[in-house]
Each structure stands twice: as structure tokens, then as C-alpha cells.
T-cell receptor, first 113, second 111 residues
Framework: GAGVSQSPSNKVTEKGKDVELRCDPI?????LYWYRQSLGQGLEFLIY????????KSGLPSDRFSAERTGGSVSTLTIQRTQQEDSAVYLC???????????FGDGTRLSIL | LAKTTQPISMDSYEGQEVNITCSHN???????ITWYQQFPSQGPRFIIQ???TKVTNEVASLFIPADRKSSTLSLPRVSLSDTAVYYC????????????FGAGTRLTVKP
């Protein structure tokens, strides 16, 4: 079956621009996670959506970062006024409620010039 | 917060058994232990999950002592293609505040 899909796979943009990253979770998965992974580093938790509950935004590094999940399915991570330190791979994962494992997409590689 | 600690890196040779241990001293009663594998330019991939004692599947075994303060991922007879980063994650899906990945263990398998 279809896995988690992320788009674009690569994004290059200039400092100061806004970017939107998209995640299509596995159908039926109510939990959705965003992570950030800098080169050679582990995964940094950003935000978590669970059904219709208020998202856990505790991992967002600044107010330039926001995320939405429409209709309990597709999610968009938005980074406003990008900075060079935002360069990283942004990974999305989904899972069934209350369970692991998480199923990951292959990420969006974001490069800020 | 169920923080995990793993060795940063390990080396092995083809055909050997590899054991990677993860420490999680603050594991909660309802937490599960899950291991993921990540290759370059890919998202992490689920390997195995357990709660206590021993779990085995077609690719690995997971050993969890009675106090559950650590766990050991065992990879039998590794091959070059097992070179990857391995992450230990402790938590449950609905207790989202505990969903934190550690830095992972970079396993290098040599010929």
C-alpha cells in the first residue's frame, strides 16, 4: 500500500522567503508527526497532530514555524522568513492512534541560500 | 521525559552478531520500546518493538530486562547492507510529549 508521501523532495530557496512542505500520511492514520534532521544529526521533534485534538507544538523552534493538518489528513509545515539555520531534512511520519510504529516519508531536503 | 542514551557509533564485520544497547532509566509503565533503522537520504524504518522480555522477528531480536531501564537490539549475522543509523525510541503514541528520538547509533559493517 501507499506509504507516507512528502513533497517536494528537495527545495532550494533564498533567505527570507517563506516555504511550505507537504505531507500525505498513510490513509487511516490519525497521528502525524513532523521532525527536523540536520546533517549527520538525530531527529528533532517539531510538532504532533492527533485526530481533532490541539496539536503539540512544543518542538517548534520559533514562531516562524507553523503547521496545519486539514481534514485529519494532509499536513503542511510552513516556515516563514527562512534563515540559513533552517536548512535540514524535514521528515513526516504517521501512525495509528495510540500506537507505534511510526511510518516515515523520505523527507524534504530544504536548503536556504 | 523518557530520554534514551545509545553509543554514538559501532563497527562490526560481515557475518557477526551485533548488539546495540539503549539506556532509558526513566521509562514509564505504559511505554513501549521501538527501534528504527535509517539509511542515508531515507526516513527511518521500523525494525522491532517490545514491552518486556524478548521479542524476535525476521530481522532482529529485542531483549528487555525485568527493570526495563535498558534494551538491546540484536542483529544476527550482519551484512554490508546493515550499515545504517539505529535509533531507540521510548514512548507511546498518545503520550506525545515523550516521543523523542535520541542521536542514534551509527553502525558500520566492514567486509
Amino acid at each position: 500500500g501507499a506509504g507516507v508521501s512528502q513533497s517536494p523532495s528537495n527545495k532550494v530557496t533564498e533567505k527570507g522567503k517563506d516555504v511550505e512542505l507537504r505531507c500525505d500520511p498513510i490513509s487511516g492514520h490519525t497521528a502525524l508527526y513532523w521532525y527536523r534532521q540536520s546533517l549527520g544529526q538525530g531527529l528533532e521533534f517539531l510538532i504532533y497532530f492527533q485526530g481533532n485534538s490541539a496539536p503539540d507544538k512544543s518542538g517548534l523552534p520559533s514562531d516562524r514555524f507553523s503547521a496545519e493538518r486539514t481534514g485529519g489528513s494532509v499536513s503542511t509545515l510552513t516556515i516563514q522568513r527562512t534563515q540559513q539555520e533552517d536548512s535540514a531534512v524535514y521528515l513526516c511520519a504517521s501512525s495509528l492512534v495510540g500506537e507505534q510504529p511510526q511510518h516515515f516519508g523520505d523527507g524534504t531536503r530544504l536548503s536556504i541560500l | 521525559l523518557a530520554k534514551t542514551t545509545q553509543p554514538i557509533s559501532m563497527d562490526s564485520y560481515e557475518g557477526q552478531e551485533v548488539n546495540i544497547t539503549c539506556s532509558h532509566n526513566n521509562i514509564a509503565t505504559n511505554d513501549y520500546i521501538t527501534w528504527y533503522q535509517q539509511f542515508p537520504s531515507q526516513g527511518p524504518r521500523f525494525i522491532i518493538q517490545g514491552y518486556k522480555t524478548k521479542v524476535t522477528n525476521e530481522v532482529a531480536s529485542l531483549f528487555i530486562p525485568a527493570d526495563r531501564k535498558s534494551s538491546t537490539l540484536s542483529l544476527p549475522r550482519v551484512s554490508l547492507s546493515d550499515t545504517a543509523v539505529y535509533y531507540c525510541l521510548v514512548g507511546v503514541g498518545y503520550n506525545n510529549n515523550d516521543m523523542r528520538f535520541g542521536a542514534g547509533t551509527r553502525l558500520t559493517v566492514k567486509p
